[in-house]
């Protein structure tokens, strides 16, 4: 072993304990909160428990059964899964059109910017209250608009008709499209303009080059909005908490809110709540695992 080779493995074994010294603080802190979360929401699983946490009963699997037959928690999922489809596909649609749009350079798109991203960076309580209040029956804006045009017949019940509020919790899913607008302006910078170039040499209109250029060369893009967008919707609570409240009844009931009910409705129930989060949990990791592959898929295609 030569000199040199001796001199880079002491450099690189340097080099990993000062990077272990600097992480030391960040790992001591996951191992706490994160670690011991698993463990604590693994054991309260298992119990029939208070919000005390005093005199836990072991019932081993029962929670998970019963959340296997709880057609509440059940449709919850599927509510998770519809909102994400909805989400999905305005970003891939409105969303994708709109950054290659702004990416063209067209005069206020600073002003565009900051009209479609903003949601996305306000606090998701704040939106979805803003939202809820707009569609309020006596005193929203959305019907005192109707009203004050002498509209006011088609003034409804936005929030408490099972149909209209589905719809309205949709909407807000979909309005925050400003991430994947972040996605897709981000990777538009880094295309080959090689096949720009020869589009437009063989006269293809922009409508085409973007939907038979473009689109398919952002395929991986495409691949992490919609995980990005699924994880999320899977991680909302917001939207639905402060806008709906999971009604009428449970229509537009979500996991986060289906969650939030157990741990504060009294009772023997945290271990139910602690139960169903551990299901969100196994479906965001699945979720994330499949982000991550897709992002490393995308920097070794690059």
Not at 227 to 244: D, H, I, K, P
Request: hydrophobic share 50%; with cysteine.
């Amino acid at each position: 072993m030569t000199t040199d080779t001796r001199t880079r493995k002491r450099r690189r074994r340097s080099d990993w304990l000062v990077a272990l010294v600097f992480l030391a603080p960040l790992l001591a802190i996951y191992a706490v909160y994160y670690l011991y979360s698993i463990v604590f929401l693994g054991q309260t699983s298992m119990q029939r428990i208070g919000i005390s946490l005093l005199r836990p009963v072991q019932v081993g699997f029962e929670n998970f059964a019963l959340l296997a037959t709880d057609p509440v928690f059940l449709g919850s999922i599927v509510n998770n899964l519809v909102f994400a489809a909805a989400s999905i596909v305005v970003a891939l649609t409105i969303a994708f059109f709109i950054a290659v749009a702004l990416s063209t350079g067209v005069r206020g798109r600073k002003l565009f910017y900051l009209v479609f991203l903003l949601p996305a960076l306000m606090p998701l309580s704040l939106v979805a209250t803003i939202f809820g209040s707009m569609l309020q029956e006596r005193f929203g804006i959305l019907n005192e608009t109707l009203r004050a045009v002498g509209l006011g017949d088609l003034a409804q019940s936005w929030l408490t008709t099972p149909g209209l509020a589905y719809t309205a919790v949709i909407l807000v899913f979909c309005y925050l499209i400003g991430l994947p607008i972040m996605y897709y302006t981000a990777d538009l910078s880094a295309l080959p303009t090689s096949a720009l170039e020869a589009a437009l040499l063989d006269g293809a209109g922009t409508f085409r080059i973007m939907t038979q250029v473009i689109y398919p060369m952002m395929r991986t893009t495409h691949i992490t909005v919609i995980l990005a967008l699924l994880l999320g919707a899977f991680r909302g609570l917001e939207q639905v908490l402060f806008s709906t409240g999971g009604g009428p009844g449970d229509t537009t009931e979500i996991v986060g809110t289906y969650v939030y009910g157990y741990v504060n409705s009294g009772g023997k129930t945290i271990g139910y709540a602690a139960a169903a989060s551990i299901v969100v949990l196994l479906i965001g990791l699945v979720i994330s695992l499949a982000q991550m592959f897709a992002t490393r898929t995308k920097r070794s295609a690059r």
